[in-house]
């Protein structure tokens, strides 16, 4: 086991290179100087359509859609990611983290306009769409095996990465400080069967199930740490400017400039934002296009601004405020090392009056959000699944998810983490790839929809 975690950790290191996080930053960047800033000039339509009435294809509401894509996002990321970037990679992690999400807001637009406009009904009567078909359809038939490469990508992501060992191996984790018992073996065999049936019976019940149950579980989860997470900032209000100095001013180090010891950090500092706020956000990877495939909309680029409000809300929002709350509450000098340490640490400081509460609270979101994430990675590898081989294969991937869930509990977290990084990684090539070839429609279709939104009288 020892000697495969090495392997894993290598692979990591080499996936997550300079060159994929290049490749991420330049194709938001493209995306935002095409689309002329697309995630700030439309932010505010693109809030609005979430509870706008909607027409055409598709199987559930564009907000649904959105909870199911916001479900997959909203999960270890936001505390265990965010407090990883800051331990490894310094406070000046966190800004890396949130240009990464500004400009992947921009890559998360023409996923979800891609998605829309490639997708396709299958016999049975109901969508299935995602790069894998943006590729097939957009690209040509030729390019089919890059299709087959993300679809087989993002399968095994949600069975061996991101869907199930990461959020088990944290909600387990989580469950046993929660009730005050870290050593317990009989509560880590416990809740893994319990979360497995709970999810189990969740993932048989299709997508309304999953939209219906992610609905409610996100906003209600999303909105009482948002409000926690305030409450933090809001007893350090007074050190949140010298906290926001201190995350630029390790992000662009002088020194930083002319290599040495505080250059690596700050090439370090890159590597873990970008990672860690694409492991959380999902921007350039394609899986949230997936979930996109399946809204109800009037026009392909009204769900690509409706899907690019998931990485807003996840990084730039509550991402953002994690990360903050880290560093006003000085937890990061205390406990440098990161991890779910880390975040609790902070929380801990800003309840002080309040022992035990920061703890209670970060143990109490973990477990929600992991679940969260469990349904809506499932729901990504059954489509990428479909794609492959049918319903035939839905079956048995359905039952190779629920067991590989059940024995994330027993894995260790620094290989869950470094597995996790590789299977994302290995997703984002193909459609990083599509993205810049397909980049022709994206900027036809979003000039059509301006027509059309003016004629409107928008």
Not at 38 to 47: D, H, K, T
Not at 85 to 90: I, K, Q, R, T
Not at 368 to 380: I, P, T
Request: hydrophobic share 50%; charged share 15%.
């Amino acid at each position: 086991m020892q000697k495969l975690e090495q392997i894993i950790r290598a692979a990591d290191e080499w996936i997550w290179g300079l060159p994929l996080v290049f490749a991420l930053c330049f194709v938001g960047v493209f995306y935002t100087v095409k689309l002329r800033g697309v995630q700030v000039r439309y932010l505010p339509r693109a809030l609005k359509l979430l509870f706008a009435s909607e027409q055409g294809d598709g199987e559930v509401s564009r907000f649904a859609a959105l909870s199911t894509s916001l479900a997959a996002m909203i999960g270890t990321g936001n505390i265990v990611g965010v407090a990883t970037a800051v331990g490894l990679g310094g406070p000046g992690a966190l800004l890396w983290m949130w240009l990464s999400a500004f400009f992947g807001m921009a890559t998360g637009y023409a996923e979800g306009l891609l998605s829309a406009k490639y997708r396709r009904k299958t016999r049975d009567g109901h969508t299935l769409g995602g790069a894998f078909y943006y590729i097939e359809r957009g690209m040509g038939e030729k390019f089919r095996p890059l299709a087959v490469l993300f679809a087989l990508c993002g399968m095994v992501a949600a069975i061996f990465g991101i869907g199930t060992v990461t959020q088990m191996n944290g909600i387990t984790h989580a469950t046993k400080i929660l009730l005050g018992k870290p050593d317990s073996a009989a509560i880590t065999v416990t809740t893994a069967i319990v979360v497995t049936l709970l999810a189990g019976k969740i993932i048989y019940g299709g997508i309304g199930r999953i939209a219906k149950v992610s609905a409610v579980l996100v906003p209600v989860m999303g909105t009482l740490f948002a409000l926690t997470t305030v409450a933090v900032l809001l007893t350090h209000i007074e050190k949140i400017p010298s906290a926001v100095c201190e995350i630029i001013s390790t992000a662009f180090c002088g020194r930083a400039m002319f290599g040495g010891w505080s250059g690596s950090m700050v090439l370090k500092a890159i590597r873990m934002g970008v990672s860690r706020g694409v492991f959380s956000n999902e921007a350039g990877l394609g899986s949230a296009s997936i979930a996109a495939a399946s809204a109800k909309s009037n026009h392909p680029a009204e769900q690509g601004l409706v899907t690019m409000t998931g990485t807003f809300l996840d990084t730039l929002v509550l991402c953002m405020m994690t990360g903050l709350a880290i560093v006003v509450t000085g937890a990061h000098k205390v406990l440098p090392s990161g991890g779910v340490e880390l975040t609790t640490l902070a929380y801990d400081q800003g309840f002080s009056a309040l022992p035990g509460l920061g703890q209670s609270v970060v143990d109490l979101s973990l477990i929600l959000f992991a679940f969260a994430s469990v349904l809506g990675w499932n729901f990504y590898g059954e489509k990428c699944a479909e794609y492959l081989g049918g319903e035939k294969l839905v079956f048995f991937y359905r039952a190779a998810f629920c067991t590989v869930l059940f024995c994330g509990a027993f894995l260790s977290a620094e290989f869950v983490w470094n597995l996790a990084d590789c299977c994302n990684g290995l997703m984002a090539v193909p459609n990083l790839v599509a993205l810049m070839a397909l980049s022709p429609v994206v900027v036809r279709e979003t000039k059509d929809y301006e027509k059309f939104w003016r004629k409107k009288g928008f």
